[in-house]
């Protein structure tokens, strides 16, 4: 982990940065199980963790973070379907700030594997955007 990551980590309050830290083991397991997703580079943006797919450019930047209301939050880009595409998919498993955050409060193993959809979702969302399979990945999240 570069030292500015670790150190945009280590500035959260506890029970945030164990969440976070523990999401953001799941963005690369994501990527090891999902070949479309490539490699991933954690770097910092906005003064935050953020995830980007270098070499495929598959994804969407996700960024980890505090929400507004200071709970854990993984965040995408505001211009893309995702939080709205999630907030269809998982309408009572998370809580959503507008159409850029998802706050992830607890990491049981129900909501782990919806925050595995998620995170795959968001690192594949260029090659998925608007076509058939931007659908039948939308269908897979409902299932």
């Known amino acids: 982990m570069d030292t500015e990551v670790m150190a945009s980590f280590s500035a959260l309050p ?15 397991d994501c990527a090891t ?9 954690e770097v910092l943006r906005w003064g935050q963790p953020s995830y ?8 969407s930047l996700i960024r980890l973070g505090q929400s507004k209301t200071g709970a ?3 965040f995408v880009h505001c211009q893309t ?12 498993d998370f809580v959503f700030e507008g159409n850029r955050a998802i706050q992830i409060d607890d ?8 925050l595995k959809l998620i995170i795959t979702r968001a690192l ?3 090659l998925h955007k608007g ?13």
């Open 52 to 59: 980007i797919t270098p070499v495929t450019k598959a994804g």
């Open 81 to 92: 379907t995702l939080v709205s595409e999630f907030k269809h998919a998982f309408p009572n």
């Open 131 to 143: 076509g058939p399979r931007a659908r039948a990945n939308r269908n897979e999240m409902d299932a």
């Open 107 to 114: 990491l049981s193993s129900e909501k782990v594997e919806k």
């Open 72 to 74: 854990a939050a993984l």
């Open 14 to 28: 506890n029970d945030v940065r164990n969440i976070l830290l523990a999401v953001r083991e799941l963005i690369f």
């Open 33 to 41: 199980q999902t070949h479309e997703i490539g490699t991933i580079q």
């Open 124 to 126: 594949t969302y260029h």
